[in-house]
């Protein structure tokens, strides 16, 4: 088999075998392929896009390409979620103690975040000596006593997909949805879960800004977890502002775990809600999303949520006691609130924006050697659709720096108010299954 062979029929809009994607993973991972080739293919697939059968086959090259998770010794169906990235996504952390409260074992896999704000391993760091590193027999038996355990990636999962994406991101083919769905997915079906629900995000703060292209994503997705013999469901979740009222990282853990002890922030508790029933359906626990749905707000409000997401903290060797009185948790010197210019209604927060300000404040890493700052963060005061006075906090920085200008400015840019009054959102577009 030869590699050139493969790139012209891909030109030619032809649809590639077994055989040949096979030949294509395993030899770009070992070496034996070079970049330009690799490169030419995955221009070529731009291009041309791929059968739901070729994305499914690369995926599964992909996740072979390296080690997978065996999760066999955890008792149940395992159901994980991913998200693919918004501001101020803390459902992860609402959603697995609220599934782990109806029996459902929850293994998660998490990273490091680069850019805004932390990854949900950062912000779990925000407990005071909780652990994310542990040995697979501690994971599997957390998983099996408390039906929820968060650590960090070890192994080398799917190194093809590391190498490619590498490779795209440097030749403008980071863009195409088969390379995307295979790329996110070969993660996903390497950490060994038997069901996955994807919360794919939609518009200025997500990485899909479209609707259209995010369904296109999430369908993308779909196909490969249903064609790898994974129930996969997507929820597609509105990210044209971001989710609840905290961005950053100890104030996010903060707004989950009030969350969890029944406050209602209406778009965060909802999409938690509607993740988890889709989670719960997909481990068989109940017959239908509306008996999935009420016995969780039901675990939310007769506290054993809270109570899930406490021997979490406990289990990892947090400090619960940050957990029982959140005011414990890391804060910032200084608050320091960015004030509307005048008067009007909040037409659009961007809040990719939003993000950049907060990741100024000391919240992400804008190189991976950064260290986090746990402790700053934003507090949204107002929301797409809300009125607002000259001189009234649009938001709260929480900042270690007395003046944050450069965030003040960010913010300032990020939101736009109007004479007239719009609706809030949409945050629910669609379930794709
Ligand atoms: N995230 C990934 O993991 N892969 C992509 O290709 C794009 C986003």
Redesign the pocket.
């Known amino acids: 088999m030869r590699m050139y062979d493969i790139i012209v029929k891909k030109r030619d809009g032809k649809e590639l075998t077994k055989a040949e994607i096979e030949f294509f993973v395993e030899g770009y991972t070992k070496g034996d392929i070079p970049d330009y080739q690799a490169s030419a293919l995955t221009m070529a697939i731009y291009f041309q896009g791929m059968t739901p059968e070729e994305t499914a086959i690369l995926t599964q090259a992909m996740v072979d390409s390296g080690e997978t998770i065996d999760l066999s010794g955890i008792h149940g169906h395992i159901v994980d979620k991913h998200s693919t990235g918004g501001v101020g996504d803390k459902v992860t952390f609402i959603v697995g103690p609220l599934v782990a409260s109806v029996g459902i074992p929850v293994a998660k896999m998490s990273g490091r975040g680069l850019g805004h704000t932390g990854g949900t391993l950062d912000k779990l760091e925000a407990i005071r000596d909780l652990r994310i590193e542990m040995s697979k027999k501690e994971f599997i038996e957390n998983v099996n006593t408390h039906k929820l355990a968060v650590a960090g990636q070890t192994g080398n999962l799917a190194p093809a997909d590391k190498k490619l994406?590498a490779l795209?991101d440097v030749t403008g083919t980071?863009d195409s949805l088969p390379?995307?769905a295979g790329?996110?997915m070969s993660?996903k079906l390497a950490s060994g879960a038997d069901s996955i629900v994807l919360d794919v995000k939609t518009g200025s703060g997500a990485?899909m800004k479209t609707l259209e292209d995010s369904e296109n994503l999430a369908r993308e997705m779909v196909n490969i977890g249903q064609n790898l013999g994974r129930n996969t469901v997507a929820v597609i979740s509105d990210m044209n502002q971001p989710l609840g009222f905290e961005v950053g990282n100890a104030n996010e853990i903060k707004e989950a775990a009030e969350i969890l002890q029944g406050k209602n922030v209406e778009d965060l508790r909802t999409l938690s809600l509607e993740i988890a029933s889709h989670m719960a359906l997909l481990a068989e626990v109940f017959d239908s999303y509306e008996e999935a749905y009420e016995a969780l707000e039901a675990n939310i409000e007769n506290g054993k949520a809270f109570e899930y997401f406490r021997n979490f903290v406990q289990a990892q060797g947090g400090d619960v006691s940050v957990i029982d009185d959140l005011t414990k948790l890391p804060q910032a010197q200084y608050d320091i609130e960015v004030k509307a210019e005048k008067d009007g209604f909040v037409s659009a927060i961007d809040a990719e924006s939003i993000g950049i300000a907060a990741m100024y404040l000391g919240a992400g890493r804008a190189t991976k050697d950064d260290e986090i700052n746990h402790g700053v963060g934003i507090t949204l005061n107002k929301k797409i659709g809300d009125e607002v006075k000259a001189g009234e906090a649009l938001v709260v920085l929480h900042s270690d720096d007395a003046e944050a200008l450069d965030s003040v400015q960010k913010v300032l840019d990020a939101y736009t108010i109007s004479t007239e009054k719009v609706e809030k959102p949409t945050l629910i577009h669609n379930i794709i299954k």
């Open positions: 994406y795209r980071v390379l995307i790329s996110i993660k990485f």
